[in-house]
Protein backbone atom coordinates (compact mmCIF):
# COMPACT_ATOMS: atom_id res chain seq x y z
CA UNK A 1 0.00 0.00 0.00
CA UNK A 2 1.00 3.35 -0.83
CA UNK A 3 0.26 6.69 0.41
CA UNK A 4 -0.01 10.32 -0.99
CA UNK A 5 0.29 13.00 1.37
CA UNK A 6 -2.37 16.16 0.13
CA UNK A 7 -1.44 18.18 3.11
CA UNK A 8 -4.79 17.67 4.91
CA UNK A 9 -5.52 14.34 3.80
CA UNK A 10 -4.02 11.14 2.49
CA UNK A 11 -5.14 9.40 -0.20
CA UNK A 12 -4.45 5.65 -0.32
CA UNK A 13 -3.83 4.16 -3.82
CA UNK A 14 -3.94 0.11 -3.97
CA UNK A 15 -1.23 -2.01 -5.27
CA UNK A 16 -1.21 -1.81 -9.22
CA UNK A 17 -2.35 -4.77 -11.57
CA UNK A 18 0.24 -6.99 -12.56
CA UNK A 19 -0.85 -6.14 -16.10
CA UNK A 20 -0.65 -2.65 -15.69
CA UNK A 21 2.64 -2.49 -13.71
CA UNK A 22 4.12 -4.50 -16.66
CA UNK A 23 2.86 -1.92 -18.92
CA UNK A 24 4.38 1.09 -17.25
CA UNK A 25 8.05 -0.74 -17.51
CA UNK A 26 7.70 -1.10 -21.38
CA UNK A 27 5.87 2.50 -21.59
CA UNK A 28 9.20 3.87 -19.40
CA UNK A 29 11.52 1.90 -21.61
CA UNK A 30 9.89 3.78 -24.84
CA UNK A 31 9.92 6.76 -23.07
CA UNK A 32 13.63 6.97 -22.38
CA UNK A 33 14.65 5.69 -25.84
CA UNK A 34 15.38 1.94 -24.74
CA UNK A 35 12.97 0.74 -27.07
CA UNK A 36 13.41 3.43 -30.10
CA UNK A 37 10.64 3.74 -32.77
CA UNK A 38 10.31 1.14 -35.19
CA UNK A 39 11.81 -1.33 -32.99
CA UNK A 40 10.03 -4.51 -32.04
CA UNK A 41 8.64 -5.27 -28.70
CA UNK A 42 9.52 -8.17 -27.06
CA UNK A 43 7.33 -11.24 -27.26
CA UNK A 44 4.77 -12.34 -25.00
CA UNK A 45 7.24 -15.02 -23.78
CA UNK A 46 9.92 -12.43 -23.64
CA UNK A 47 7.92 -10.75 -21.69
CA UNK A 48 6.46 -13.53 -19.47
CA UNK A 49 9.82 -14.56 -18.57
CA UNK A 50 11.26 -10.98 -18.20
CA UNK A 51 9.03 -9.86 -15.90
CA UNK A 52 7.58 -13.35 -14.15
CA UNK A 53 4.15 -13.06 -15.01
CA UNK A 54 1.35 -15.10 -17.08
CA UNK A 55 1.13 -15.09 -20.65
CA UNK A 56 -2.34 -13.49 -19.68
CA UNK A 57 -0.47 -10.66 -17.95
CA UNK A 58 1.82 -10.48 -20.71
CA UNK A 59 -0.55 -10.04 -23.06
CA UNK A 60 -3.11 -7.56 -21.38
CA UNK A 61 -0.03 -5.77 -20.89
CA UNK A 62 0.74 -5.34 -24.76
CA UNK A 63 -3.21 -4.82 -25.51
CA UNK A 64 -2.81 -1.66 -23.15
CA UNK A 65 0.57 -0.46 -25.17
CA UNK A 66 -1.20 -1.06 -28.25
CA UNK A 67 -4.58 1.07 -27.31
CA UNK A 68 -2.71 4.50 -25.81
CA UNK A 69 -1.19 4.54 -29.43
CA UNK A 70 2.89 3.39 -28.31
CA UNK A 71 2.69 0.13 -30.48
CA UNK A 72 1.23 -0.84 -33.66
CA UNK A 73 0.65 -4.47 -35.09
CA UNK A 74 1.98 -4.74 -37.86
CA UNK A 75 0.55 -8.09 -40.03
CA UNK A 76 3.30 -11.15 -40.10
CA UNK A 77 5.65 -9.22 -38.71
CA UNK A 78 4.60 -8.39 -34.40
CA UNK A 79 4.31 -5.32 -32.46
CA UNK A 80 6.55 -2.29 -33.37
CA UNK A 81 7.49 1.11 -31.44
CA UNK A 82 5.32 3.52 -33.04
CA UNK A 83 7.00 7.13 -34.03
CA UNK A 84 5.73 9.77 -32.16
CA UNK A 85 6.98 13.53 -34.11
CA UNK A 86 6.34 16.21 -32.66
CA UNK A 87 2.63 17.81 -32.01
CA UNK A 88 2.13 19.95 -34.87
CA UNK A 89 0.03 23.42 -33.76
CA UNK A 90 -3.39 23.96 -35.08
CA UNK A 91 -3.84 27.90 -34.80
CA UNK A 92 -7.97 28.89 -33.93
CA UNK A 93 -8.58 32.95 -33.84
CA UNK A 94 -11.31 34.77 -34.59
CA UNK A 95 -8.67 37.36 -36.36
CA UNK A 96 -8.72 37.83 -39.92
CA UNK A 97 -5.63 38.91 -42.11
CA UNK A 98 -6.21 40.85 -45.02
CA UNK A 99 -4.21 38.46 -47.11
CA UNK A 100 -4.82 34.75 -48.28
CA UNK A 101 -8.37 33.88 -47.66
CA UNK A 102 -9.32 30.34 -48.23
CA UNK A 103 -10.93 27.50 -46.53
CA UNK A 104 -7.30 26.26 -45.63
CA UNK A 105 -6.83 29.66 -43.63
CA UNK A 106 -10.31 28.93 -42.12
CA UNK A 107 -9.38 25.87 -40.76
CA UNK A 108 -5.83 26.69 -39.93
CA UNK A 109 -5.17 30.44 -39.41
CA UNK A 110 -1.14 30.28 -38.77
CA UNK A 111 0.11 32.21 -42.22
CA UNK A 112 3.13 30.08 -42.00
CA UNK A 113 1.07 26.44 -42.56
CA UNK A 114 0.57 25.95 -46.72
CA UNK A 115 -1.34 23.58 -47.65
CA UNK A 116 -4.36 22.06 -50.33
CA UNK A 117 -7.48 20.24 -50.00
CA UNK A 118 -9.93 18.31 -51.83
CA UNK A 119 -13.78 18.82 -51.15
CA UNK A 120 -16.57 16.86 -51.82
CA UNK A 121 -20.69 18.58 -51.42
CA UNK A 122 -23.97 16.53 -51.60
CA UNK A 123 -27.45 17.77 -50.34
CA UNK A 124 -28.82 16.27 -47.37
CA UNK A 125 -31.61 16.09 -44.93
CA UNK A 126 -30.43 17.66 -41.70
CA UNK A 127 -30.27 14.79 -39.07
CA UNK A 128 -31.37 15.65 -35.57
CA UNK A 129 -28.20 17.07 -34.27
CA UNK A 130 -27.16 19.52 -37.20
CA UNK A 131 -30.63 20.37 -36.79
CA UNK A 132 -30.34 21.28 -33.44
CA UNK A 133 -26.59 23.22 -34.03
CA UNK A 134 -28.26 24.95 -37.32
CA UNK A 135 -31.44 25.92 -35.57
CA UNK A 136 -33.80 24.21 -38.09
CA UNK A 137 -36.41 21.54 -38.39
CA UNK A 138 -34.80 17.82 -38.52
CA UNK A 139 -35.10 17.02 -41.97
CA UNK A 140 -34.54 20.09 -43.50
CA UNK A 141 -32.21 19.95 -46.27
CA UNK A 142 -28.68 21.09 -46.26
CA UNK A 143 -25.68 21.09 -47.94
CA UNK A 144 -22.70 19.15 -46.95
CA UNK A 145 -19.57 19.54 -47.63
CA UNK A 146 -16.69 17.09 -46.83
CA UNK A 147 -12.83 18.66 -46.64
CA UNK A 148 -9.53 16.33 -46.76
CA UNK A 149 -6.77 19.05 -45.70
CA UNK A 150 -2.61 18.11 -46.65
CA UNK A 151 0.05 19.68 -46.00
CA UNK A 152 3.80 18.80 -47.75
CA UNK A 153 0.95 15.87 -49.25
CA UNK A 154 0.54 14.24 -45.63
CA UNK A 155 -3.45 13.83 -44.89
CA UNK A 156 -3.21 16.15 -41.90
CA UNK A 157 -7.52 17.19 -41.11
CA UNK A 158 -10.53 16.12 -41.80
CA UNK A 159 -13.92 18.51 -41.83
CA UNK A 160 -17.67 18.18 -42.50
CA UNK A 161 -19.83 21.15 -42.84
CA UNK A 162 -23.36 21.50 -42.74
CA UNK A 163 -25.02 25.04 -44.79
CA UNK A 164 -28.99 25.37 -44.57
CA UNK A 165 -30.35 25.60 -48.17
CA UNK A 166 -33.00 27.65 -46.82
CA UNK A 167 -30.42 30.15 -47.02
CA UNK A 168 -27.57 29.36 -49.64
CA UNK A 169 -30.29 27.87 -52.15
CA UNK A 170 -30.25 29.28 -55.47
CA UNK A 171 -27.42 31.38 -54.82
CA UNK A 172 -24.06 32.09 -56.13
CA UNK A 173 -22.58 30.17 -52.99
CA UNK A 174 -24.93 27.41 -52.43
CA UNK A 175 -21.67 25.11 -53.45
CA UNK A 176 -18.65 26.03 -51.49
CA UNK A 177 -16.31 24.98 -53.34
CA UNK A 178 -17.66 26.37 -57.18
CA UNK A 179 -18.85 29.36 -57.96
CA UNK A 180 -17.55 33.11 -58.29
CA UNK A 181 -16.37 32.54 -54.52
CA UNK A 182 -15.47 28.83 -54.23
CA UNK A 183 -12.76 27.47 -52.53
CA UNK A 184 -13.42 31.08 -49.90
CA UNK A 185 -14.16 30.63 -46.38
CA UNK A 186 -17.73 31.17 -44.41
CA UNK A 187 -16.88 34.93 -43.88
CA UNK A 188 -16.73 35.70 -47.42
CA UNK A 189 -19.13 33.25 -49.08
CA UNK A 190 -21.94 34.46 -46.83
CA UNK A 191 -21.17 38.52 -47.50
CA UNK A 192 -21.71 37.81 -51.06
CA UNK A 193 -25.44 37.01 -49.74
CA UNK A 194 -26.08 39.80 -47.12
CA UNK A 195 -25.43 37.88 -44.33
CA UNK A 196 -22.79 39.34 -42.02
CA UNK A 197 -20.95 36.51 -39.80
CA UNK A 198 -20.22 38.80 -36.63
CA UNK A 199 -19.41 35.53 -34.49
CA UNK A 200 -18.44 31.90 -33.88
CA UNK A 201 -18.38 29.57 -31.27
CA UNK A 202 -16.38 26.37 -31.06
CA UNK A 203 -16.54 23.61 -28.86
CA UNK A 204 -13.36 20.76 -28.87
CA UNK A 205 -14.01 17.20 -27.40
CA UNK A 206 -12.06 14.13 -28.16
CA UNK A 207 -13.63 10.50 -28.93
CA UNK A 208 -12.23 7.41 -31.24
CA UNK A 209 -11.40 7.76 -34.78
CA UNK A 210 -14.61 5.99 -36.83
CA UNK A 211 -13.09 3.93 -39.73
CA UNK A 212 -13.22 5.90 -42.33
CA UNK A 213 -11.43 8.77 -40.57
CA UNK A 214 -8.26 6.27 -39.74
CA UNK A 215 -8.29 5.23 -43.58
CA UNK A 216 -8.20 8.97 -44.80
CA UNK A 217 -5.73 10.37 -42.05
CA UNK A 218 -3.53 7.06 -40.84
CA UNK A 219 -3.93 4.75 -38.25
CA UNK A 220 -6.66 2.38 -36.69
CA UNK A 221 -10.24 2.87 -35.74
CA UNK A 222 -10.31 4.05 -31.89
CA UNK A 223 -7.45 5.97 -32.41
CA UNK A 224 -8.12 9.41 -30.17
CA UNK A 225 -9.46 12.00 -32.61
CA UNK A 226 -9.71 15.99 -31.51
CA UNK A 227 -12.96 17.07 -32.85
CA UNK A 228 -13.47 21.00 -33.19
CA UNK A 229 -17.24 21.80 -33.33
CA UNK A 230 -17.47 25.38 -34.87
CA UNK A 231 -21.05 27.71 -35.76
CA UNK A 232 -20.46 30.89 -37.55
CA UNK A 233 -23.24 32.91 -37.05
CA UNK A 234 -24.83 36.64 -38.52
CA UNK A 235 -26.60 38.12 -36.44
CA UNK A 236 -27.59 35.68 -33.87
CA UNK A 237 -28.69 33.09 -36.92
CA UNK A 238 -26.32 30.24 -37.24
CA UNK A 239 -25.17 30.24 -41.38
CA UNK A 240 -22.51 27.05 -41.19
CA UNK A 241 -21.95 24.19 -38.67
CA UNK A 242 -19.01 22.04 -39.20
CA UNK A 243 -16.85 19.15 -37.16
CA UNK A 244 -12.89 19.34 -37.49
CA UNK A 245 -11.32 16.43 -36.99
CA UNK A 246 -7.20 15.90 -36.43
CA UNK A 247 -5.48 12.91 -34.94
CA UNK A 248 -5.26 13.65 -31.11
CA UNK A 249 -1.29 12.50 -30.66
CA UNK A 250 -0.11 14.74 -33.75
CA UNK A 251 -1.91 18.28 -33.13
CA UNK A 252 -2.24 20.50 -30.60
CA UNK A 253 -5.07 23.49 -30.59
CA UNK A 254 -3.71 27.05 -29.93
CA UNK A 255 -6.33 29.56 -29.90
CA UNK A 256 -5.37 33.54 -29.70
CA UNK A 257 -8.41 35.63 -28.19
CA UNK A 258 -8.46 39.11 -28.18
CA UNK A 259 -8.81 40.76 -24.74
CA UNK A 260 -11.12 43.66 -24.20
Same mark, same amino acid.
Given at each position: M !?? =?? &???? #?????? #?PAYLRVAGELRQQITNGFLP?? &????? #?????????? !?? &??? =?????????EGLVEGRSGSGT?????? *??????? !????SPGERTVFR #?????? &??KGVWEARSDQRDAAPGIADRLRITAGSRVMRTRYLFRVEGEPVMLSTSWEPLALTGRSPVML????? =?????????? *? *???????NLVEEVGARPALAEEATALGGVPGRAMLVIARTHYAGGRPVETADVVVPADRFRVTYHLPVR
Open positions: !SW =LD &TGRI #QVSFGE #QPH &TRLPS #QARIREEFGV !SD &TVA =LEARKVLMAYVREHP *APRRIRR !SGYR #QEQSDD &TVPEEGP =LGGQGVVERM *A *AIDQVVD
